[in-house]
């Protein structure tokens, strides 16, 4: 009998699976503003629903279906937001930023250079979903980053 590989090969080992109602318009949403791909088919759930995607950003995944449409779960609007952060890397991030307002997402934060290196701003999705796009733009060394630390909280 032939021996399976209990972690797939071509799957990270962290996925985050995220739910709402309109996952078709979600995909295209994720598709323009990140340049995101479906991997592989998509699953149709009852009614034209979609019991199940997998979407990828460069080399990372996420995998998404329409609330109930073949497990019972919650959406991030049925829970008045999501907890959860999903930041990701791009080569541009107010290019992707530009996309997400014009495609519907909401301001969180604003893009602003960060003390420690990056370029980034954040968005909720119209699904309720936050988003951060990121892009690296300095390498910080570990004492300049104490120094700028100490500056922020001084001015807090």
């Given at each position: 009998m032939p021996t399976v590989d209990p972690i797939p090969n071509d799957y990270p080992r962290l996925i985050p699976y995220i739910t709402m109602k309109g996952a078709k318009e979600a995909i295209t949403f994720y598709?323009?503003?990140?340049?995101?791909?479906?991997?592989?088919?998509?699953?149709?759930?009852?009614?034209?629903?979609?019991?199940h995607a997998e979407i990828e950003?460069?080399?990372?995944?996420?995998?998404?279906?329409?609330?109930?449409?073949?497990?019972p779960s919650k959406t991030a609007k049925d829970l008045g937001g999501s907890p959860v952060n999903l930041c990701v890397y791009v080569k541009d991030a107010d290019a992707v930023f530009g996309r997400a307002i014009e495609n519907g997402a909401q301001v969180?934060?604003?893009?602003?250079?960060?003390?420690?290196?990056d370029r980034s701003g954040t968005f909720q999705d119209p699904w309720g979903y936050t988003w951060t796009a990121m892009t690296h733009i300095e390498d910080v060394t570990p004492e300049e980053m104490g120094r700028r630390v100490e500056k922020m909280m001084q001015s807090a």
């Amino acid at each position: 009998m032939p021996t399976v590989d209990p972690i797939p090969n071509d799957y990270p080992r962290l996925i985050p699976y995220i739910t709402m109602k309109g996952a078709k318009e979600a995909i295209t949403f994720y598709e323009k503003v990140f340049g995101a791909k479906q991997r592989g088919d998509v699953m149709p759930g009852p009614n034209g629903t979609i019991g199940h995607a997998e979407i990828e950003i460069g080399s990372s995944m996420f995998m998404l279906a329409d609330a109930g449409s073949m497990m019972p779960s919650k959406t991030a609007k049925d829970l008045g937001g999501s907890p959860v952060n999903l930041c990701v890397y791009v080569k541009d991030a107010d290019a992707v930023f530009g996309r997400a307002i014009e495609n519907g997402a909401q301001v969180v934060q604003a893009l602003e250079d960060k003390f420690y290196g990056d370029r980034s701003g954040t968005f909720q999705d119209p699904w309720g979903y936050t988003w951060t796009a990121m892009t690296h733009i300095e390498d910080v060394t570990p004492e300049e980053m104490g120094r700028r630390v100490e500056k922020m909280m001084q001015s807090a």
